[in-house]
């Protein structure tokens, strides 16, 4: 099913047989996941599979209960406090809501990361955040508070935010959520533009079908805590399996059930008549 | 019965669980205190939303309760034509435990509970993960800052609660109810000690400060991400806060003041 | 500047706390009193001290020259020690002063009340007081009162 390449793709992150449980709940059962560099792959699956969860993994804020979790070559989890924070600098992550910190004007939320990681000088640090909220169209709204943005603009500074350093990777974490359409539109333009032109890794988490296959390169399809299929957005339309073309077409029942289990239904309605 | 036993001790596991995480929540906020030094800005903006805006709150709580002492204290002593020592029976009960208990109260309804709702709000919006995947510590930059504030601002509010409730204890007794004003203030300045009263009010307005700012602080940080996990945070702080605080209020006045 | 404005309003703060806690010390406590009253030590021993307590006042003529520092009991003599530290302003108590203890007003707090001698010797710092009066045990007094009553009494039906 894993289409081949010519020559070897350059593999920026490696997860391999990696199962993770919260309390009881198993919720990734031996994933194994590649992000090619320089290319948008993509996450997929219903709500509640564990998507966000993979990015946590990757990005170490928590730990595999087995399995390898491989970032530009460096074992994650075995990182210690340096290691980690020195390959946090190397990515950047938008969150679904935005999370910019509140209390930070527009221009203040972008040169955080800068202010906190390097010792440029003020007006360096000016020019570095004018150009990239000038990447994203948001230069004129850097004086602005979180509390005056639109949704679509919040996510749009959280992007200039997760560029600041100059990642090698960023992450979003379900970008296109609950977004009017031209937002959608502009976002999707957006990461493939940053993905293009700054030669970055971008890994997409998110459950919207349409938005997402128009600029993946690679989509990975996960269901209860595993690798359904993958490939890139054509060959994974011509996918043999019904759950996938479920999926993918957005139809309310098939093989990922309507109901939930529940007894049977005459006899749940009479059981309500007992005498 | 069984039942009943097995509740209570499922409650008091779980005490001491979430006790234990405030704790270790403390040792990691006080460990990261020392590299405060260059956050300066920071701390100034925390003590300005912790201390300065409590600031007329307690002011005029402190000058009012004050007052009401002066006549109440005045009502009682003139039956034993003791009325001249209204200075110090005013400044007394200020200093030594209206001052820093009221103070602490009123601080974790209006600080705290805004600290609490602050730093939920932050976990709501996933501002501190996101902190946190920038490798910043969210804990010298959010925590710290707050909970130094509060242990700061805790004290020199108290203070001025006390200090403005003897000027409003005196604007009652001596300008009000006609009480030597030299009677009033030379009494007092008698049989206030400064080290007995003076310097174990202080003691006590530090000690409720680390605890009234923890709880607030920790709350926040252990709230679930809703907004009715904020709420129920928020409740918590100022409950907990006000407990906390008259406990430990009792213990403090056993080891200060029992032994007289 | 908005930072400008916040900085000043926690200055401001700073310097009203910390003249609450000046005026606290100054005006409201005994802070003038006590700070001078590590001039010297005397010692003084009494039968009975009543109620007196540590930090109680040290007066002469009324007027406040030290306080009480410590209490202990004399564990060869059963006498009550009582140690004092005065002011180093009031260096020429005779070495014959008395000392009594009193009760201020009728159910007021007990003091050492200290009566100069004529001696032209000085107490120095860990002289001891020769003469002491003990406390006004109420008790007591009642008692002699109720005895001498009944004896008085008594003589004329004799």
């Known amino acids: ?275 | 019965m069984l039942e009943w036993l097995r509740r209570i001790g499922a409650r008091a596991l779980l005490f001491f669980e979430r006790l234990g995480r405030a704790l270790l929540f403390l040792l990691r906020v006080v460990a990261v205190l020392p590299q405060l030094v260059g956050e300066f800005r920071l701390c100034i903006t925390q003590i300005y939303s912790v201390g300065v805006l409590s600031m007329q709150l307690i002011a005029i709580s402190g000058l009012t309760v004050g007052m009401v002492l002066g006549l109440q204290g005045y009502n009682t002593l003139v039956d034993f034509g003791a009325e001249q020592s209204l200075g110090q029976a005013v400044a007394l009960s200020l200093v030594r435990e209206l001052g820093p208990v009221l103070t602490a109260l009123l601080f974790a309804g209006r600080a705290g509970s805004a600290l609490t709702a602050e730093i939920g709000l932050m976990r709501v919006t996933e501002q501190l993960p996101a902190m946190e995947m920038m490798a910043v510590d969210p804990f010298r930059r959010v925590f710290a800052p707050r909970f130094l504030a509060g242990v700061v601002s805790m004290p020199l509010l108290a203070a001025m609660f006390s200090a403005l409730g003897i000027i409003g204890g005196s604007m009652i007794g001596v300008g009000l109810l006609g009480i030597d004003s030299g009677a009033f203030w030379s009494q007092m300045q008698a049989k206030v000690d400064i080290y007995d009263d003076i310097l174990n009010g202080v003691i006590k307005s530090v000690v409720f400060g680390v605890v009234a700012t923890w709880i607030a602080v920790f709350e926040g940080f252990d709230a679930s991400p809703t907004t009715e996990g904020v709420s129920r945070a928020t409740t918590r702080t100022v409950v907990h806060t006000a407990f906390a605080v008259l406990g430990l209020d009792f213990v403090l006045t056993a080891l200060m003041f029992g032994g007289l | 500047m908005q930072k400008r404005k916040i900085e000043i309003a926690v200055g401001v703060f700073v310097v009203f706390g910390l003249a609450a806690l000046v005026m606290l010390a100054v005006k409201v406590s005994n802070l003038a009193a006590v700070s001078e009253e590590n001039g010297y030590v005397i010692k003084a021993r009494f039968s009975n001290i009543g109620g007196l307590k540590v930090r109680a006042p040290v007066l002469v003529g009324g007027v406040r020259i030290g306080k009480v520092a410590d209490v202990t009991l004399d564990s060869q003599t059963y006498e009550a020690v009582v140690v004092m530290d005065v002011s180093s302003k009031y260096k020429n108590l005779p070495k014959d002063t008395s000392a009594s203890i009193f009760t201020a007003g009728l159910l007021g707090e007990q003091y050492v009340g200290l009566d100069p001698g004529g001696d032209t010797a000085f107490l120095k710092n860990g002289d001891e007081i020769k003469l002491t009066q003990a406390a006004f045990v109420m008790e007591q007094v009642l008692g002699q009162f109720l005895f001498s009553k009944a004896s008085g009494d008594k003589a004329p039906n004799e």
Do not use: C
């Open chain 1, 1 to 275: 099913m894993s289409e081949e390449i010519l020559e070897t793709p350059d593999v920026l992150v490696r997860l391999r047989g990696v199962t993770f449980k919260r309390g009881d709940r198993m919720i990734l059962d031996g994933m194994d996941i590649d992000i090619v560099r320089g290319k948008i792959t993509t996450i997929m699956g219903p709500s509640g599979t564990g998507k966000t969860t993979v990015l946590r993994l990757i990005g170490g804020q928590l730990n595999p209960d087995a399995g390898l979790v491989e970032v530009d070559g460096q074992n994650v989890p075995k990182l210690d406090r340096r290691g980690l924070f020195a390959l946090r600098k190397r990515m950047g992550m938008m969150f679904q809501s935005g999370a910019l910190f509140s209390d930070l004007s527009v221009f203040e939320n972008v040169a955080f990361p800068l202010r906190e990681h390097t010792k440029l000088p003020e007006n360096m640090i000016r020019d570095l955040v004018l150009m990239k909220l000038e990447a994203v169209g948001l230069r004129g709204a850097r004086a602005l508070m979180p509390s005056e943005l639109s949704g679509g603009m919040a996510r749009r500074v959280a992007m200039a935010r997760a560029i600041a350093l100059d990642p090698m990777m960023i992450m979003y974490d379900e970008p296109f959520t609950g977004q009017d359409p031209i937002t959608v539109g502009v976002i999707m333009k957006l990461i493939r533009m940053l993905n293009d032109n700054l030669g970055l890794t971008s890994v997409i988490v998110s459950h919207d079908v349409q938005e997402v296959a128009a600029i993946s390169d690679y989509m990975y399809l996960i269901s209860d805590g595993k690798v359904v299929d993958h490939g890139d957005p054509d060959v994974l339309g011509r996918s043999a399996s019904p759950w996938v073309q479920q999926f993918l077409s957005g139809l309310a029942d098939g093989p990922a059930g309507f109901h939930f289990p529940a007894p049977d239904y005459a006899e749940d309605l009479l059981a309500g008549t007992a005498n």
